[in-house]
């Protein structure tokens, strides 16, 4: 089963100060940070297909990237980004495809045509998704962020062969996973509300999210995760 996988203790970020690793030698590495929600898509994807043994995680320090990065790795100097076969290539949702066509473990996007063309619909409302979801919290947070959680709400049970949102667990599940356990957990510990409370859907596949041993080895700290956005995204006018 694809959920059972490889613990792995967590090492430390690279900062400026770290030397970079023997860069383009065939090794795949995945330049992640661990509190990056960006990051954490392409990590589940390489977790869940068992590919910690052919895809290297290198944590990078956001606040205190090496120079390196840049100049040799990636121009944007963002995560994530894939060192692959001489390349190395960047943006979430197309590198948790290109992870998906281009190794080996179980399918993270349907063959089902209903189900593929439904996902594709899901994964073009994510960024409007967590736009809103940024959005309302310079304003009136649970209002605002309603109609977002309620679109997850009404758009899982479509299929009815598992929890998730093209029931199985597919690249959907994990396009929205790290932005729903973020404002979960904000919303609750800052505006003391359950995005699940009256979502009965929503709350039985964050439960059933959460028992994929491939996501919940990349869960950030709750703590780090509501210090950052106080700090970010809540400064108090």
């Not at 356990?181 to 609750?188: G, H, N, S, T």
Request: hydrophobic share 40%; net charge negative.
């Amino acid at each position: 089963m694809a959920t059972v996988g490889v613990e792995e203790a967590r090492i430390p970020p690279l900062t400026s100060a770290s030397e970079p690793p023997p860069l383009f030698d065939g090794t795949t590495r995945l330049y992640i940070s661990y509190i990056c929600p960006y990051a954490q898509r392409v990590w589940i994807a390489r977790n869940y297909k068992g590919l910690q043994d052919k895809i290297e995680l290198v944590p990078i320090d956001l606040q205190n990237r090496p120079a390196w990065y840049k100049e040799k790795v990636y121009p944007e100097n963002k995560v994530p980004s894939l060192e692959h076969n001489g390349k190395v290539l960047g943006e979430s949702l197309d590198l948790v495809k290109y992870v998906d066509v281009n190794f080996e473990g179980p399918s993270l996007v349907p063959s089902d045509p209903a189900k593929k063309e439904f996902g594709e619909q899901l994964i073009s409302y994510v960024d409007t998704f967590t736009k809103e979801l940024y959005s309302a919290l310079k304003g009136d947070p649970i209002q605002q962020a309603s109609p977002a959680f309620d679109y997850l709400e009404n758009s899982l049970g479509k299929f009815d062969d598992g929890p998730f949102f093209l029931g199985q667990f597919s690249w959907v599940d994990i396009a929205y996973v790290p932005f729903v356990e973020r404002f979960q957990l904000v919303f609750f510990e800052v505006f003391k509300h359950d995005i699940t409370e009256g979502r009965p859907k929503l709350a039985a596949w964050i439960e059933e999210v959460n028992k994929i041993n491939a996501y919940t080895q990349t869960r950030g700290d709750p703590k780090d995760i509501v210090d950052l956005f106080k700090k970010r995204f809540l400064v108090q006018q």
